[in-house]
């Protein structure tokens, strides 16, 4: 069968199937001395993996919203009403509570990491035939791969690490469903082993990148939340897995191809697009990160006549946070036609 690659081979490999794999290599040889480093979690861990990775993954979908004149002019409608919702709702769930507001906000963040590897699974399935059955077993082995570990992590609430803040999932200690859960899971994964193998000996065919997508997936999401309990190898697998392949989609279908005048942001036609690209997304993740610790945080630095007032949080939160929810929403409608 003709491999269905979004760019080229060399390039999916390294920047959106090897990642989660790396990552778990990485652990494999440096599990000691990665504990090690979680127990010093440093500036510069949180810099790569926060701010130059997960937040800047964030802006590149700029380049497929704002910025793109073409998405601008056929969904001018959806970019403006998004963002205004989110904005109203975000400060409603605050109001209720900054508990309930992380909480709201980290379940639809976990519904968007599970829907991004759905959405890689369809990229990759262009070529095969259009099979109602096979088209379901695929989506339950995905949802298999990303939803078995989100409920263990629900149904045991002993994991050292949160996806925001803590105490933002409900939570509770049930290890004899964990146990029928596990079950489950492992039939499905075996089931989808045996049909993998089954089909190749059948057609002598086999989809390379989307079944390295779905080991992947399994390997980043079983280790990084179930096998260990390491806030640094949760971090790592859940924001390398995810933010690199996204960056990747956006550059090589909508940076690297631009013609002269897609984009509302100059762009130049050069070798180094690339590099401008990453300046831009690097530049932009820092300047929200700063902004996060002179006024929220201050966990890396500290400037006391920045800082914003509880009693303002209710609206500052929530138009810091307004990136971050619009590119969720977003997500869910700008790759449907490529799918």
């Not at 861990?45 to 937040?55: E, P, Q």
């Not at 968007?112 to 990229?123: E, K, S, T, V």
């Not at 500290?302 to 914003?308: E, G, L, R």
Request: charged share 15%; hydrophobic share 55%; net charge positive.
């Amino acid at each position: 069968m003709i491999q269905p690659w979004i760019h080229k081979k060399q390039t999916d490999i390294v920047f959106i199937l090897l990642p989660p794999f790396f990552i778990a290599l990485i652990v494999l040889l440096f599990n000691e001395k990665l504990a090690v480093i979680q127990d010093n979690y440093s500036f510069l861990t949180w810099l790569v993996f926060i701010v130059f990775i997960d937040v800047a993954h964030v802006y590149a979908s700029f380049f497929k919203t704002y910025l793109n004149k073409t998405e601008v002019s056929k969904h001018m409608k959806l970019f403006t009403i998004t963002p205004c919702i989110c904005l109203l709702l975000s400060m409603a769930a605050f109001i209720v509570s900054k508990e309930f507001f992380w909480s709201v906000l980290a379940y639809i963040a976990v519904f968007h990491f599970i829907r991004q590897q759905y959405g890689f699974m369809r990229l990759y399935s262009k070529n095969e035939p259009k099979n109602k059955f096979k088209l379901l077993f695929d989506k339950i082995v995905i949802y298999n791969a990303t939803v078995f570990p989100m409920l263990f992590w629900f149904l045991n609430p002993d994991r050292n690490f949160n996806w925001f803040v803590s105490n933002e999932f409900l939570q509770s200690n049930q290890p004899q469903i964990i146990n029928i859960l596990f079950i489950c899971f492992v039939i499905i994964f075996i089931a989808y082993l045996v049909s993998l193998i089954y089909d190749f000996v059948k057609t002598k065919q086999l989809n390379i990148p989307k079944n390295l997508l779905i080991l992947g997936t399994y390997i980043s999401w079983y280790l990084g939340i179930v096998h260990y309990n390491n806030e640094l190898i949760f971090t790592a697998f859940n924001v390398v897995s995810h933010g690199i392949p996204y960056m990747a989609l956006v550059y090589f279908k909508e940076i690297k191809p631009n013609k002269k005048g897609s984009f509302y942001l100059p762009l130049f036609q050069t070798k180094y697009l690339v590099v401008i690209f990453l300046l831009i997304l690097l530049g932009l993740a820092f300047l929200e990160e700063l902004i996060w610790e002179l006024t929220v945080w201050e966990e890396h630095f500290h400037f006391p006549k920045f800082y914003i007032s509880d009693n303002l949080h209710f609206i500052w939160i929530p138009l810091l946070t307004l990136p971050q929810l619009t590119h969720y929403v977003l997500d869910g409608f700008i790759w449907k036609s490529k799918k």
